[in-house]
């Protein structure tokens, strides 16, 4: 399901994939997070995106490398220069088809203004979506690319970092 947060976020770092009028906070996933506000998103997998306010889903591991398990949400965080107008970004997440219909991306809609913090991401809420591979989030703002980022989904045994701090009764030896 897709993924929207709005708030604070962490401290401003620079990224190479990320252009004005966005600048990067920060990346990486969760495990399992609290319940957001569900809204329609009509090319998504479900219909649905998830909205987060403000804490509602902090990064808990900063990494690109993501056990493909439900519960598990990857997110790139980013803020918008002050002086930014409002206007509407289009998220798309391009990944290895999954689904009765063999999806390979969603799009939705993200809200913006001057000062907001953000972030786009994805939670794996259905065995269906834990497929591995490349998962590439990108967000465009009047048609010019201005966010791509990339997560690999691995094999859970193969992020036992992850696994460890996410599902630690799963992991051997804990």
């Known amino acids: 399901m897709a993924l929207v947060l709005c708030g604070s976020a962490a401290q401003a770092q620079s990224a190479p994939d990320i252009a004005a009028p966005l600048f990067y906070l920060t990346h990486g996933i969760n495990c399992v997070p609290k319940a957001g506000k569900v809204v329609t998103g009509q090319d998504t997998v479900d219909g649905e995106i998830i909205r987060y306010e403000s804490e509602g889903l902090p990064i808990l591991i900063q990494t690109t490398r993501v056990p493909a398990k439900v519960g598990i949400s990857m997110?790139?965080?980013?803020?918008?220069?002050?002086?930014?107008?409002?206007?509407?970004?289009?998220a798309t997440v391009t990944h290895p088809p999954m689904g009765a219909q063999n999806t390979t991306h969603q799009t939705w809609q993200i809200d913006i203004k001057g000062g907001d913090q953000k972030a786009m991401g994805y939670l794996?809420?259905?065995?269906?979506?834990?497929?591995t591979g490349p998962w590439v989030f990108?967000?465009?703002?009047e048609g010019a690319?201005?966010?791509?980022?990339?997560?690999?989904?691995?094999?859970p045994d193969d992020a036992p970092e992850v696994m460890g701090r996410c599902f630690p009764d799963a992991v051997p030896g804990s």
């Open 75 to 90: 997110m790139t965080a980013f803020g918008v220069h002050p002086d930014t107008p409002p206007g509407v970004l289009t």
């Open 124 to 131: 794996l809420e259905d065995t269906f979506e834990e497929v």
């Open 145 to 155: 690319a201005v966010m791509r980022s990339v997560f690999t989904l691995v094999p």
């Open 138 to 141: 990108t967000l465009q703002l």
